[in-house]
Structures are given as C-alpha cells and as structure tokens.
Nanobody, 128 residues
Framework: QVQLQESGGGLVQAGGSLRLSCTVAGRTFSAGAMGWFRQAPGKEREFVAAISGNSDRLDIADSMQGRFMISRDNAQEVLYLQMSNLRPEDTGVYYC?????????????????????WGQGTQVTVSS
C-alpha cells in the first residue's frame, strides 16, 4: 500500500509563490515516477508536472512552463512543486500521484489513468 500526503497549499496573492510537498510512504520512493495534477472548481482534473524516479526526465504543462518546477528528494522521500508568479486561474486542489509505468518508459501524454496512487490533495487559492 502506498500513501501520499500533500502539504503546503494556502491562500496567496497573484504574483506570489508557494511550494507544495508530497510525502510518500509504503514503497521505494526512488523507483517510481511521480506527478502533480490539479482540479479547479467546476473543471476537469489537469496535468501539472511529472518527474522520473531519478529526476532525469520531467515534464511541465505548457501553461505552467517558466512558472512551476517539479523536483524530488529521494533520500527524504519527498516530491515538490515550486510555484511562482501565481495567477488566479492556478486556484484549485493540487494532487500528487505515483506513475505506474516502468523505469524505461515515459508517457507521451500524462493521463490520470497512468497514475495508480493519489494523495488527498491540498487547496491552493490565488487572489487577484
């Protein structure tokens, strides 16, 4: 059983920054790719960022390029999402998830069904 727990969400003004964390327990953290998704009120869940087990591959959604960065600390078993220059449209619940593909694979598209374990989410609210 893998357990993921997000933290670091909160209320921030537009232009501000937040760093989200996701702790993972129950499996070898470094073996698996990890990702972040978000869901805004009334909208479908969308991909934010993903990183491979050894950090040699990463993807950031186009709308977040240059503002968000994903990283991980395998020794501490923590996944991070550094968000800067936040906009009101970044408001939503942010989820971390574990990728279920093998170490030699990397998805062309980060669909939610490629991730098998999910955290409960942390709320990010950006005021204008």
């Amino acid at each position: 059983q893998v357990q993921l727990q997000e933290s670091g969400g909160g209320l921030v003004q537009a232009g501000g920054s937040l760093r989200l964390s996701c702790t993972v327990a129950g499996r070898t953290f470094s073996a698996g790719a990890m990702g972040w998704f978000r869901q805004a009120p009334g909208k479908e869940r969308e991909f934010v960022a993903a990183i491979s087990g050894n950090s040699d591959r990463l993807d950031i959604a186009d709308s977040m390029q240059g503002r968000f960065m994903i990283s991980r600390d395998n020794a501490q078993e923590v996944l991070y999402l550094q968000m800067s220059n936040l906009r009101p449209e970044d408001t939503g619940v942010y989820y971390c998830a574990r990728g279920r593909w093998g170490p030699r694979e990397w998805p062309v598209e980060h669909r939610g069904d490629l991730y098998d374990y999910w955290g409960q989410g942390t709320q990010v609210t950006v005021s204008s």
